[in-house]
Nanobody
Framework: QVQLVESGGGLVQAGGSVRLSCAAS????????MGWYRQAAGKQREFVAG???????NYADSVKGRFTISRDNARNTVFLQGNSLKPEDTAVYYC???????????????WGQGTPVTVST
């Protein structure tokens, strides 16, 4: 079974930075798109950033200029660097991967368990 495992979340002061990582476990031949979503308390899950297998990126307007998504295809890992954090960035951040191909199966979509980020005032 392939799993996405996030790490790097925690408590950060406003104006600070955070670096989230998400690694896909298991033997994997390829992954298409990867991305990050977040869900704040009492709100819907929302898109944060995405990156294609060729490195094309896309960001939500709320994080443009502050967040950067990147990936290491050799390690099947995606990163999210967040700078100039605001209290409204507080949420559980979830990793997402599409079209994950292993020797025996093609996963259309996978989600991580989530890593919480809290930005203090």
């Amino acid at each position: 079974q392939v799993q996405l495992v996030e790490s790097g979340g925690g408590l950060v002061q406003a104006g600070g930075s955070v670096r989230l990582s998400c690694a896909a476990s298991g033997t994997i031949f390829s992954i298409n798109d990867m991305g990050w979503y977040r869900q704040a308390a009492g709100k819907q899950r929302e898109f944060v950033a995405g990156i294609t297998s060729d490195g094309i990126t896309n960001y939500a307007d709320s994080v443009k200029g502050r967040f950067t998504i990147s990936r290491d295809n050799a390690r099947n890992t995606v990163f999210l660097q967040g700078n100039s954090l605001k209290p409204e960035d507080t949420a559980v951040y979830y990793c997402n991967a599409n079209s994950v191909v292993t020797k025996t199966y093609r996963y259309l979509e996978l989600w991580g368990q989530g890593t919480p980020v809290t930005v203090s005032t």
